[in-house]
């Protein structure tokens, strides 16, 4: 991939429409050189912004939209997932590794975006609704090479 790629998609706030942006978010990240496990984990990580977005920013409102930009570069890809509500401060919402939220059927979204994804940003935009963007570095090794066993290394285990 020489340039950055960019696909824009503008959704209804609709949970059926969440399978279109993780095939979506998949497909960019395998053109920007991932593999299929990072590919998926990105696919995982956006669609779980968009459901966040859709639930608790839009409150399941098919009026308001959730636009997604995803952006795949040779070395990453960046996904932005704005709705129009409310927003929220990411470090407030409960820990759901607590032992007190084990059993809740909901909060583990911010969890698994955090843990798919190499940095996620969270900022509310006045006005204008929330804003994540997530992103996921790619390292150079060069795409279905095989894994390095050697060695640990000082720079995270990213081959130079």
Do not use: C, W
Not at 4 to 11: F, G, P, S
Not at 29 to 52: H, K
Not at 69 to 94: E, N
């Amino acid at each position: 991939m020489a340039a950055a790629t960019t696909v824009r998609l503008v959704l209804s706030s609709e949970v059926r429409l969440v399978d279109i942006v993780h095939a979506a978010s998949e497909h960019m990240a395998g053109l920007a050189g991932f593999g299929e496990d990072d590919a998926l984990n990105l696919g995982i990580a956006v669609r779980e912004a968009v459901i966040n977005a859709i639930r608790h920013g839009n409150r399941m409102d098919a009026s308001r939209k959730v636009d997604v930009l995803l952006r795949a570069r040779p070395t990453s890809i960046t996904a932005r997932v704005r709705d129009q509500g409310m927003g929220f401060d990411a470090s407030t919402t409960p820990d759901p590794t607590s032992e007190a939220n084990l059993l809740q059927t909901s909060g583990r979204g911010i969890l698994l975006i955090r843990a798919f994804v190499d940095v996620v940003d969270f900022k509310y935009r006045e006005g204008r609704g929330m804003e994540v963007t997530l992103t996921k570095k790619r390292n150079r090794r060069t795409k279905g090479a095989p894994r390095s066993t050697g060695a640990a290394t000082d720079n995270g285990g990213i081959q130079q």
